[in-house]
C-alpha cells in the first residue's frame, strides 16, 4: 500500500502497517469479509422469496406482507449514522465481528418467531447489525482502493449480487430441507452467522483501524449541505425506495399477478443480481476515470426507463429475465458511484459520517417500498402500469435531472475530500 493511502485520511492504515499490508495476510481476511456479506445477501432474500407462505402462515395482508419484507431496512437507517461514529470508535476488528454478531442474532430470533412483533423484533435487529457492518466494509474498501473507489465498491456490488443470483435457489433449498417450513432457513443462517462474527472478532489483525487516533477536528458540518452531495443523497432515496420495492415484492408480483412459477420468478430475481454484478465493476471503473457526476445523472435516467419497463406489460419467465438483468445493472450502478461520490464530496475525517447519513437516507427510502409498491401496485398488482411510472420512471428520471442541473451549475469537477 502507498503511503499516501495512509496519509490521505481515509485511514484504516497507519504508517507503520506498510508492510503488513504488503505481505498478502489481508487476503484471507477479504475473503472472510466477502463471505460474510453473503450471508448478508441471503438474509434479505429469505422473506422475498418465502413471502406467500409466510402471509399463508401469519395471516398477514398484501400491505402488512409487503412492510414487512423490507421493514429490517428501518433499523439500518435509524442506526446508521451514530452507527459511523461507533465505527470510528470501535475500530475494524469489533465493528465487523460484533455487527456480525448481533445481525446473526436478529436473524435467529426471526427463525424462532411465532408472531408479528417478534419476527418485526429480529427484522429491525438485522438492519441494526447490517448499519455497522456496511459502514466498516465500505470504509475498508474504499481505504484499500482510494483511486479506484467506484472499482472497489464495484466489487462489493459484486460479491452481493452474486449472492442473490444464487440466494433465492438456496432459500428454497433450505426451506425443503426444513419440510417447507419458512423458519428454517432463517435458523441456518443465523447459525453460519454467528460462526462467522466469532471468526471476525478473533482473527481480524487489532493494527487495522478505521480511522487514524489523533485529535479530532473541530466539528464542522458545512459539508453536509453542499449542493452535490445533496443531490447524491437525493438519489440515494430514490435507489433505496426502488431497489428494495423490486428485491421485496418482485417475486411475490411475478407469482401472484404474472403467474409466473416460484422457480421462474426466483430465477428472474436472481438475473437481477447479475446485473449488479455487471453494474458494479465495469460502470464504477468507467466512472472513476470519468465524469462520475454526469455519468451517474445519466444512469440515473436511464435505471427508471428500465425500471418502469419491468412493469409496464405481462411478463413472461424470457422477458422477467431480461429486464431483470438490465434493471439490476442501473441499480448496481447507482449504488457503487453514490457511495464514491459521497466519499468524494467531503472531508476525509468526516467519511464514516458521510458513509453513515448515505445509508441512512438509503435505508430510509427502502424501509417504506414494500409498503408502497402495494400501494401504487394494488392489492393485487392490476395497477401495474400506475406503478411503473409512479414508483420506478418518475423517482429516477426526477433524481437524475437534479444531479446534472447541479453538475451544470457547479462544473464537472466533483470537489475530492481527500
Known amino acids: 500500500m502507498p503511503s499516501t493511502d495512509s496519509e490521505s485520511g481515509d485511514g484504516i492504515f497507519h ?39 409466510l402471509r399463508k402462515a401469519l395471516d398477514l395482508d398484501q400491505r402488512t406482507a409487503g412492510l414487512m419484507a423490507s421493514i429490517f431496512t428501518l433499523g439500518i437507517a435509524i442506526l446508521s449514522l451514530p452507527a459511523g461514529f461507533l465505527v470510528s470508535r470501535l475500530g475494524l476488528r469489533r465493528a465487523l465481528g460484533f455487527s456480525t454478531l448481533l445481525f446473526s442474532t436478529g436473524t435467529l430470533i426471526s427463525g424462532i418467531a411465532g408472531n408479528i412483533p417478534i419476527l418485526l423484533v429480529g427484522r429491525l435487529t438485522t438492519g441494526a447489525g447490517e448499519s455497522i457492518f456496511s459502514i466498516a466494509l465500505f470504509m475498508f474498501i474504499v481505504a484499500l482502493f482510494p483511486r479506484w473507489r467506484g472499482t472497489a465498491i464495484g466489487g462489493a456490488t459484486t460479491i452481493f449480487g452474486l449472492s442473490m443470483f444464487v440466494g433465492p435457489r438456496a432459500v428454497l433449498f433450505l426451506q425443503h430441507l426444513g419440510n417447507g417450513d419458512w423458519r428454517f432457513p432463517f435458523k441456518v443462517m443465523g447459525l453460519f452467522g454467528v460462526m462467522a462474527g466469532f471468526c471476525l472478532l478473533f482473527l481480524v489483525p487489532r493494527k487495522l483501524q478505521t480511522e487514524h487516533t489523533g485529535i479530532a477536528p473541530a466539528p464542522n458540518w458545512s459539508w453536509l449541505f453542499a449542493p452535490g452531495l445533496l443531490a447524491t443523497y437525493s438519489l440515494a432515496v430514490v435507489n433505496g425506495l426502488c431497489c428494495y420495492a423490486y428485491m421485496s415484492l418482485f417475486q411475490t408480483y411475478a407469482r401472484v399477478g404474472q403467474h409466473l412459477s416460484p422457480e421462474q420468478a426466483s430465477f428472474a430475481f436472481g438475473c437481477f443480481g447479475i446485473g449488479n454484478v455487471l453494474g458494479g465493476i465495469p460502470i464504477g471503473l468507467l466512472l472513476d476515470r470519468s465524469d462520475r457526476r454526469t ?113 451544470y451549475r457547479t462544473g464537472r469537477a466533483v470537489p475530492s475530500g481527500s
Not at 37 to 42: E, H, Q, R
Not at 316 to 341: D, F, M, Q
Not at 344 to 350: D, G, I, K, N, T
Request: glycine share 12%; aromatic share 12%.
Open 15 to 53: 504508517k507503520t502497517d506498510a508492510n503488513f499490508t504488503k505481505t498478502g495476510a489481508l487476503i484471507p481476511l477479504i475473503a472472510l469479509i466477502a463471505a460474510t456479506y453473503v450471508f448478508y445477501g441471503w438474509d434479505r432474500l429469505v422473506m422475498p422469496v418465502e413471502l406467500v407462505d
Open 295 to 407: 455519468g451517474i445523472g445519466i444512469l440515473s435516467v436511464l435505471t427508471g426507463i428500465s425500471g418502469a419497463v419491468l412493469f409496464l406489460w405481462p411478463l413472461h419467465p424470457v422477458s422477467a429475465i431480461v429486464l431483470s438483468l438490465i434493471y439490476g445493472t442501473g441499480v448496481g450502478g447507482v449504488y457503487g458511484n453514490c457511495y464514491a461520490l459521497s466519499r468524494e464530496q467531503v472531508p476525509a475525517a468526516r467519511a464514516s459520517l458521510a458513509i453513515g447519513m448515505l445509508l441512512t437516507v438509503y435505508y430510509l427510502g427502502a424501509s417504506v417500498s414494500g409498503y408502497i409498491f402495494v400501494v401504487v401496485m394494488g392489492d393485487n398488482f392490476s395497477a401495474n402500469i400506475r406503478g411503473a411510472l409512479i414508483m420506478f420512471l418518475t423517482p429516477y428520471l426526477l433524481a437524475g435531472l437534479v444531479m446534472l442541473f447541479v453538475c
